[in-house]
């Protein structure tokens, strides 16, 4: 089945800790993003990366990192900086053919104990 | 960042009748998309428009991306409980795989 997988479903997170989502895809796209949504608002971009070993810093970054080694995953650390970690996160992918349009994974929700 | 105003915030409709969103943006955007959420799962693309002028139909679903390309809507006709949802625009700045941009979304409930 191709598609894209985020893990785990749900995440709790003790103060001052750090804590990784998993994000893997298995459509061969080339690029790969975060957004996080929180109740009643749209998505906001994190962090994307659209080739192997880079990536940018979207609107709302601080707090965050990622790592893109392999093309098929793309991990998201949330750290003790980011402050209000609660929300839903999710991963999308898209490639480079034409259309380029974006696939999203069933995201991660993160709550802090 | 970029915004895009998307309304209503929310509807109540009757079970068989036709829904009808929009979004509006002050930036001109290449490409819109829409996408349907259900609660604590990720978003599905609906529909995806590329031409200014474009309309393009999904079923019962039928979108627009507007000429001054600032703007696109969503209609969704005779609707059925399963329509039940949160409707969200997306707009693309640039080609390629570049992010999107969102609306905060419509959340539509259907009374049977």
């Known amino acids: 089945d191709g598609g894209i997988t985020q893990s785990p479903k749900y995440l709790f997170r003790k103060e001052g800790q750090n804590v990784t989502l998993s994000c893997e895809q298995n459509?061969?796209?080339?690029?790969m993003y975060w957004y996080r949504q929180d109740p009643g608002q749209g998505l906001r971009l994190i962090y994307y990366?659209?080739?192997?070993?880079?990536?940018q810093k979207g609107d709302i970054a601080e707090g965050y990192s990622v790592s893109r080694e392999k093309k098929e995953s793309f991990p998201l650390t949330v750290t003790s900086a980011q402050k209000n970690p609660t929300a839903f996160y999710l991963c999308?992918?898209?490639?480079?053919?034409?259309?380029?349009?974006?696939?999203f994974g069933p995201g991660t929700r993160l709550l802090v104990l | 960042g970029q915004q895009l105003n998307q309304s209503p915030q929310s509807m109540f409709i009757q079970e068989g009748e036709d829904v009808s969103m929009n979004c509006t943006s002050s930036?001109?955007?290449?490409?819109w998309l829409w996408y349907k959420q259900d609660p604590g799962e990720g978003p599905v693309l609906l529909i995806a428009?590329?031409?200014?002028?474009e309309l393009t139909s999904n079923g019962r679903l039928t979108a627009q991306f507007g000429i001054t390309r600032k703007d696109s809507f969503l209609n969704i006709s005779a609707s059925i409980p399963s329509d039940v949802g949160i409707y969200f625009c997306?707009?693309?700045?640039?080609?390629?795989?570049?992010?999107?941009?969102f609306g905060k979304g419509t959340r539509l409930s259907v009374i049977a």
């Open positions: 999308a992918s898209s490639g480079t053919g034409v259309p380029e349009t974006q696939y």
């Open positions: 459509l061969n796209h080339d690029a």
């Open positions: 990366s659209q080739i192997v070993n880079d990536f």
């Open positions: 930036s001109i955007f290449n490409t």
């Open positions: 428009l590329y031409k200014a002028g």
């Open positions: 997306a707009g693309q700045l640039f080609r390629g795989n570049t992010p999107l941009v």
